[in-house]
């Protein structure tokens, strides 16, 4: 499994939907796709998230996941990095 | 055709927006501030084949939501039809996900065209965009475009001309269908205002109930679905894709700068190698500043010989003389640093400078990217603030400068260092520059403290979620163009500042004996002495801490001036005043050790020089923010003062 696994109390390797693995995107290592399930925030934060595609049911490419930097993820022909704060709120699922 | 057309420019940021502005406009363009918001307003006009343009470049926004005031302001702008048409910009080489401003806008009823901006850059990465496919579909004019190519703008106008006559908007219909399969939200507002939609609002009801139904954490998300579908629909089959990407040593680059162990050391590098290329790249200009200082002398002496009134021929040898060096050896390095920057950021990597430096510069309240305009800081405070103008969002930007302020120029850090080595020797120099070191980022932290509520409030941070652009091929000549274009403007406004200044600096410390104890300024001295003394300087050192602000190269000659008392002008360039005058040694003689130790810190946190300021005021459009940054540094820097002097007179 290519989660990363991290100190804090979620339920490691809970099963979602489609029996991918639950994480949210801090944890998702490089070079896996992630589809998003849901987001934890604020309008303002799914507003800008919506803006450059990211809303439930978007898959992404981690492209680089360093500890202490933005999270670096492809999608819709794009290279987006996501602050770590944020990314914590965005849930995924890994995708094959 | 229409003879007079309103253009409102719509894009995200990074879409080129700035660029098509300045191509349409060249050099007519009225900056300033939205009324009461610190958001920036930028009108422009332009005459093209008989037509009057007049273009309102609305700030960059990710959507047409009303979450922060640059939206509301866009939001409002078209809503009140201040456009005949608006231009909506999306990135070609990211086309899936740049239409989505499109997508937003869909349901107004203001025409509008789609300019696929960097079609180039798409082709380049192999993509092929079938530009009359999407037109069809849109029922808009869309536009193949590369805004710093100026042969293309024909082709923009003519579209523009068509949707105006053509009143050609994006229909509204597929999108409603989409909503109401997605939100539930929209399909209960809906309901409620298609009722009475009046055909004379700006914004329809399909638009409306999606803004209404996105005030709600649900809404948002499930309209935002729907619009990402309508732009999967929208583009499906106009796009064909073959292998691309960017050039193999940008590639390598990416990699270095990306790389969790070496890429804040590499982006250090990048950035200092920028700082040396502006050097090298502004030296020529530089060197003009060498002229008049070189003229100086025969000038006064002509003048001598013609019978002008020695006054003036002080003034203008001396006075007008040294303005002009300033006003040079400054305007050189802004020009070096305006291209560097310029070019960098269209290249891409000043993004990837924003990335790596998000973490430390977020604690300020600001972007990763201000790390290149700060470091310029070291070469000349002006070059950082008008490099100040990569940061997007003005609160931030004036953040930034503000913050700018603190970082030592190149004059001040060859001053300082001669100071502290005049009055403390080696050992003593060594220990106030630690000591200098280490107030730096306290400075900068205070100040973020002090304005970063009010011009960066937490909650509208930007660089939450940032984007970075694909590896671009710079164009030379539009950049060397607004580099000239800045260069011009920066030596004009800073001549216009530090000449009234140096003029009343002048004329106070001209004396008619030629002997400073019968100047005005000796007089002035004298009777702010008990004030000078409580912040801890003896009324010289204060008059050439006043004169540092008119610029730091006028402190060594004006401490010359003050305390030998035989050279009569306080304004002499740089060069040949540290030459001629300056004597530590008669100095150090007069001023006691403390005393020295609070003039140093107090020069170097106090305002950088008048020119700084005029770039501040001319880059912030705004007179009270000029005037509340000046103030704090004026503060600052004797509360420093104050501070170090009672320290140094129980140690020393």
């Known amino acids: 499994m290519a989660v990363v696994a991290g100190a804090d109390a979620r339920k490691p390797g809970a ?16 070079g896996m796709r992630a589809r998003i399930q849901r987001v934890d925030g604020s309008v303002r934060l799914l507003t800008r998230l919506a803006s450059v595609g990211l809303v439930p049911g978007s898959i992404v490419r981690v492209e680089r996941n360093d500890a202490k930097r933005p999270v670096l993820v492809y999608e819709r022909d794009t290279m987006l990095a996501i602050n770590r704060e944020e990314s914590r709120r965005i849930h995924v699922e890994e995708v094959a | 055709m229409a003879d007079s057309v309103s253009i409102a420019l719509l894009g995200q940021p990074n879409s080129g927006k700035s660029t098509l502005f300045n191509g349409l406009t060249g050099g007519h363009q009225r900056v300033g501030n939205w009324p ?297 390095f802004v020009f070096g640093v305006a291209f560097v920057f310029g070019l960098l ?124 652009p694909p590896y671009h091929k710079p164009r030379i000549k539009p950049l060397l163009k607004t580099a000239f274009r800045r260069y011009a403007d920066i030596l004009w406004r800073a001549f216009k500042t530090i000449f009234v200044v140096a003029a009343v600096f002048w004329a106070f410390s001209y004396s008619a004996t030629g002997s400073i104890e019968d100047s005005i300024i000796y007089a002035i001295g004298n009777a702010l002495e008990p004030f000078s003394r409580f912040f801890g300087m003896g009324w010289k050192l204060f008059m050439a801490f006043l004169a540092g602000v008119l610029a730091k190269e006028a402190v060594l000659g004006s401490l010359a001036a003050l305390f030998s008392s035989t050279s009569a002008t306080m304004l002499t360039a740089a060069s040949g005043a540290a030459a001629a005058g300056f004597s530590p040694a008669i100095i150090a003689a007069q001023v006691a050790p403390a005393e020295a130790m609070a003039f140093i810190f107090a020069l170097m946190f106090n305002i950088p020089c008048v020119m700084t300021v005029g770039a501040t005021h001319s880059e912030t459009h705004s007179l009270k923010w000029t005037i509340l940054i000046s103030l704090f540094y004026l503060a600052l820097s004797l509360l420093i003062s104050f501070v170090v002097y009672r320290i140094a007179v129980l140690v020393m």
């Not at chain 2, 309102?56 to 979450?67: E, F, V």
């Not at chain 2, 000349?380 to 120029?409: E, H, K």
């Not at chain 2, 520059?433 to 011009?455: C, E, Q, T």
């Open chain 1, 15 to 30: 099963r979602g939907g489609d029996g991918g693995i639950m994480a949210t995107l801090d944890r998702v290592s490089p």
């Open chain 2, 36 to 332: 009461g918001k610190t958001v920036e307003k930028k009108l422009g006009t332009a005459v093209r084949d008989g037509v009057a343009y007049t273009v309102c470049d609305l700030p960059g926004t990710y959507s047409l939501s009303a979450m922060s005031d640059e939206e509301r302001i866009t939001q409002d702008y078209i809503a009140r039809g201040g456009a005949d048409v608006v231009c909506i910009l999306v990135d070609a080489s990211q086309l899936t996900r740049s239409m989505y401003m499109l997508a937003d806008y869909a349901g107004g009823r203001v025409p509008c065209v789609l300019v696929l901006n960097m079609i180039d850059v798409a082709e380049s990465q192999g993509k092929a965009i079938d530009a009359a496919q999407l037109e069809r579909r849109l029922g808009i004019p869309v536009v193949p475009f590369v805004a710093n190519d100026a042969s293309r703008y024909g082709k923009l106008t003519a579209a523009i001309q068509r949707a105006i006559a053509e009143h050609s908007c994006v229909s509204s219909d597929a999108l409603a269908e989409l909503y109401a399969r997605y939100s539930p939200e929209w399909s209960e507002a809906y309901g409620r205002l298609s009722a009475h939609d009046d055909a004379a609002e700006r914004f329809d009801a399909v638009w409306r109930a999606a803004h209404e139904a996105s005030s709600t954490r649900e809404g948002t998300v499930n309209c935002g679905s729907a619009r990402l579908v309508w732009v999967d629909r929208m583009i499906a089959g106009v796009q064909a894709e073959n292998a691309g990407g960017a050039p193999a040593f940008l590639a390598r680059l990416d990699g270095a700068l990306m790389s969790a162990r070496w890429g804040k050391a590499i982006g250090v590098l990048v950035c200092i190698g920028a700082l040396l290329a502006a050097i090298i790249l502004g030296a020529p200009l530089m060197m003009l500043g060498q002229i008049p200082v070189m003229a100086s002398q025969p000038l006064a002496q002509g003048l001598g010989t013609l019978g002008v009134h020695p006054a003036l021929v002080s003034f203008v040898s001396s006075g007008l003389m040294t303005v002009l060096f300033y006003v040079f050896s400054m305007g050189g």
């Open chain 2, 345 to 468: 950021d269209e290249i891409g990597l000043v993004a990837r400078i924003s990335y790596l430096f998000d973490g430390t510069m977020s604690k300020l309240g600001l972007p990763g990217k201000v790390m290149m305009p700060f470091l310029s800081g070291f070469g000349c405070n002006i070059a950082s603030v008008t490099g100040m103008r990569v940061v997007d969002s003005w609160g931030q930007r004036v953040l930034a400068i503000a913050l700018s302020w603190a970082v030592p120029c190149g004059t001040t850090l060859s001053v300082i260092p001669t100071l502290a080595y005049a009055f403390f020797g080696f050992g003593g120099m060594a220990i106030v520059l630690a000591g200098l070191a280490a107030g730096i980022p306290l400075a900068m932290l205070l100040a973020a403290k002090v304005f970063g509520d009010r011009l960066s409030p937490v909650e509208e941070r930007a660089g939450l979620i940032m984007e970075l």
